[in-house]
């Protein structure tokens, strides 16, 4: 049994992973405007690709929550993935001309493809707790990346091209959305033993790390 909040030792074991995101060359390009559009086209639509089966993973969890409003929790994250999070990048697709259909036309990247297989994976063989310790790491790390960013260098949030992208993130709904994922992640796990959170650890650390490997490949864009 643990005293300090599951969610709190899962933030800080993935600490130094998330730190180098936030020094990642593309995440600073997005915060001072100079990344290249090229690149950010690149991640733009790996990632909408990315959020396709990320709403997947949370969809193992209206197949496995044992309760009606566990499935509900889930399932609203489905829609908020499909309507909400990446209406963003339909707003970037529209402006940048690229049509849905172009998207799906798209290699997917191979960091792309093996760190959703990776959470996909790990939904299918594990808990309720494990589906949202791959989810969190995505979420809370673009919470706290789009937070920073608005907090340290409050002009992005105006820029005229990536503006849209930093405040979508820092936003209150989309800060909301990861603050109910971080209070279900602390339910889930509540009483788990150490070798139940060390799995949970493992999960949300691996996540972390393709996280990084993720602005990796879009600053290389590198398939």
Not at 23 to 35: E, M
Not at 70 to 92: Q, S
Not at 156 to 165: A, D, K, L, M
């Amino acid at each position: 049994m643990m005293n300090a909040p599951v969610s709190s030792r899962l933030h800080e074991a993935a600490r130094p992973i998330w730190e180098q995101c936030h020094a990642h060359p593309f995440v600073r390009g997005l915060a001072d405007g100079s990344l290249d559009p090229e690149k950010f086209r690149f991640f733009l639509l790996q990632d909408y690709l990315y959020l396709y089966d990320y709403a997947k993973v949370f969809a193992y969890g209206v197949i496995k929550a044992r309760d009606q409003e566990l499935m509900r929790v889930f399932a609203e994250n489905v829609d908020a993935i499909l309507g909400g999070e990446m209406n963003i990048h339909r707003t970037y697709m529209a402006r940048m001309g690229i049509s849905e259909e172009q998207v799906f036309s798209v290699q997917p990247a191979l960091a792309n493809l093996s760190y959703t297989h990776y959470m996909l994976s790990a939904a299918a063989a594990g808990s309720t707790a494990d589906i949202v310790a791959a989810i969190l790491s995505c979420s809370w790390s673009y919470a706290e990346i789009g937070s920073r960013m608005a907090k340290d260098r409050p002009e992005s949030v105006n820029h005229p091209f990536y503006g849209e992208w930093v405040s979508g993130y820092a936003g209150g709904d989309y800060q909301a959305t990861n603050d109910a994922l971080i209070a279900l992640m602390d339910q889930l796990a509540e009483g788990c033993s150490e070798a139940e959170y060390r799995r949970l650890e493992e999960i949300f650390v691996t996540c972390s790390r393709y996280e990084l490997g993720f602005w990796d490949m879009a600053w290389n864009q590198e398939l």
